[in-house]
């Protein structure tokens, strides 16, 4: 069953507050921002938020599609 947008958009919603979580404990940290990509923590929910930004660019694209095939579905049956 493919993600709905909504789900997409909340899991996106979860992943950058986590992403700010581990940046704030980098900080507390002194880690450098620079040296950020370097964290093993701060590399995965970077990676999960470039994952769920290309699912909702996917998403666009499906919806836009459908949204041009109901377009000429609709055309198709008023010219009858």
């Known amino acids: 069953m493919p993600l709905t947008r909504e789900t997409v958009e909340r899991q996106l919603e979860i992943e950058k507050g986590q ?18 990509s370097k964290n093993p923590h701060w590399r995965r929910a970077n990676a999960r ?3 769920l930004n290309s699912r909702l660019a996917s998403i666009t694209g499906t ?9 000429r579905k609709s055309g198709e049956t008023d010219a009858d």
């Open 63 to 71: 919806e836009e599609r459908e949204a041009a095939a109901l377009a």
């Open 19 to 36: 992403l700010a979580h581990v940046a704030a404990t980098l900080k507390e940290q002194g880690v450098a921002d620079a040296a950020r």
């Open 49 to 51: 938020i470039s994952q």
